[in-house]
């Protein structure tokens, strides 16, 4: 697309196609200043209206509309930073085409460099330069003590230290006793040593690092399934393929699904390779966003962990892309731009012709797939490290065996979690529900606490003291009296969440000490940190939590695992449901006799008969994996076939009802693609906004993102407040 302006341009003027980070799939022509060397990756401040943005040059333009040439704007300046690969501008190219988003919305993961950020304050520091003054306190006296050594001080830091306050320091500078001068830049941290400590492996690990080095040594496009069981010692094995790429100078991306639980992980890199890596996720401050970017960029950032917007990010020299916990659902975006993060890393290491690793206990089902078919290779770890067993897991059945009323830990699970305590060690309480409870209701009336814009339940938070909706935010008092009938006291909370767990947990064992880890309750990433690293010391008895506890953490005291509600995710509609559920209760139970002792895990569940719960007693991985490969070959499901969604929405039901009908009716025929609804979502409103869906079924070999692209081309388009929404491959059925 052309941008004008009113002067003009000599004929000769050449002209370039930038991309912008704005919600828009072309590129915006401009003309470049004479003097100006601009080649396709170069990243440039140009004109939009009236303000100046960041864009890259995405390619030369020989050919601009002769017309429009004397009103082209000019390239504002070139940015002094490195220029985007072609290998990541054609990452932007092919994630664009085939989730169906705008290029310019794809683009913007790329550059966060934090350019409105202006320049980086110095920091000043103090230092002893002059005598004492002739006026003297307690604050002076500690203040030149400390400072006696004369150098180069922190302000803040020596006030800190002195206990004083910055008008003591600025009341001897401004006598000469002290002096003020900037702080030195930080020194940059040192390269991480591929031999700082060979680590001591098992015969089993030994052949899984031999080939991890095989791997990384050979380049090339490669994808390799590093299948070890928990407590196998994944991470220290891939490590040696990280090794392997430092010595060739070389930059590894290590993605992860959960940033905020990386604590441990970060020890275990510093003890291999001596220092930490650098680090990038959403609760970075942007000036470390900023510094943490140009040093990608530029190279000085040899190994990066991050969740899956680092994919995104400009490697200078970028050799491995290793994916932790492959299998976990949190490296599907649901907003904005829709991606699978495994997919896509997949992806880019096949443009830029290097190796990946993707790393699990619990493949998924297409990475399990494409390793039996041999598109994948297959490194096994078939047994944890230092000989340690793999957890005894055990069902009880809740029909025979329920708690009393009001309790959700069964006699025999109370039984079990007593006997843990009294041998010092831990107990982990795991149920996948936020809050105290799911529902409030009113014993008087009947009426249940809802979200006034979501069709959803207000979840009960007792720490907060709120009724909270869990997809919008909403939140509001637990009222005392029952607003639709007045009644006093007579709102029940009905189901379990972590926090009610708790409660009964303290109950039960109220000598024990208790914690709940669950998303909602976290502050901050160091916070998160400190209180995995209480739970790894042996300060907390019984852990109680979400998801959150079930990936990558290792507690040496946790010996028993009890899953209050083991049925929990298999009623949901979800075509994933039992993979899901499998993976996560292998994961959580897994956290068990890692370190010392049998480690066992029992499951509270209404249906032992089911499956997955049998696959799970059993220990028997293969004979879930056959049954769920082949339920999706027969229904046609992913892997073995596609599906896409399209979300349609709109401030009020007819509105989007009727946009869904319409775009539906106009669906290209193809008797190879089914196209399913619409139909009202599950979450049929959120956050006011009223939802139908539809749904695509097609055969593997259909290129699903044509179709759509050519049947949305010819649809009616969107106005006012209706939305589209496209999700190729989606993970949530929501």
Known sequence: MDNFSRSGPPLTTRVVDVLLPVALDHAYSYRVPRGTELKPGDVVSVPLGAREVIGVVWADNPNPDPRLHNRLKEVGEKLDVPPLRNELRSLVDWVANYTLSARGMVLRMTLRMGEHLGPERVRMGVRLVGEKPRRMTPARSRLIEILSDRLLHGKSDVAKEAGCSAGVIDGLV?????????????????????????PDFSPDQKVAAEAMTALAAAGGFQVALLDGVTGSGKTEVYFEAVAEIIRRGQQTLILMPEIALTGQFLDRFALRFGVRPLEWHSELTPRTRA??????????????????????????????????????????????????????????????????????????????????KGRYQRIVLPARFGGQHMPHIEAIDLRRFAPPRGRFVSPLLAEQIGIAIERREQALLFLNRRGYAPLTLCRACGRRFACTICDAWLVDHRFRQRLVCHHCGFSMPRPRICPHCSAEESLVAVGPGVERLQEEAAALFPNARTMVLSSDLITSIETMRSELNEIAEGRVDIIIGTQLVAKGHNFPRLNLVGVIDADLGLGNGDPRAAERTYQLLNQVIGRAGRD???????????????????ALVACDREAFYASEIDARERTGYPPFGRLASLIVSAGDRPTAEGYARQLAAIAPLDERIKVLGPAEAPLAVIKGRYRFRILLKSPRNVDLSNYLRQWLAAGPKTRGNLKLEVDVDPQSFL
């Open 596 to 614: 010392q002792g049998r480690g066992v895990g029992y499951l509270q569940t209404h249906q032992p008969e089911h499956p997955v719960m049998k």
């Open 174 to 198: 401004d006598e000469g006793t002290l002096a003020v001068e900037p702080m030195p830049r930080a020194l940059a941290a040192p390269a991480p040593d591929p031999e700082f400590c060979a």
């Open 291 to 372: 510094r943490n970017w140009a040093a990608i960029a530029e190279g000085s950032a040899p190994i990066v962990v991050g969740a899956r917007s680092s994919l995104f990010l400009p490697y200078a020299n970028l050799g491995l892309i290793i994916v932790d916990e492959e299998h976990d659902q949190a490296y599907k975006q649901d907003e904005g731009v829709h991606y699978h993060a495994r997919d896509m890393a997949v992806v880019r290491a096949s443009i830029a012709k290097i190796p990946i690793v993707l790393s699990s206990a619990t493949p998924s089902v297409e990475t399990e797939v494409n390793a039996r």
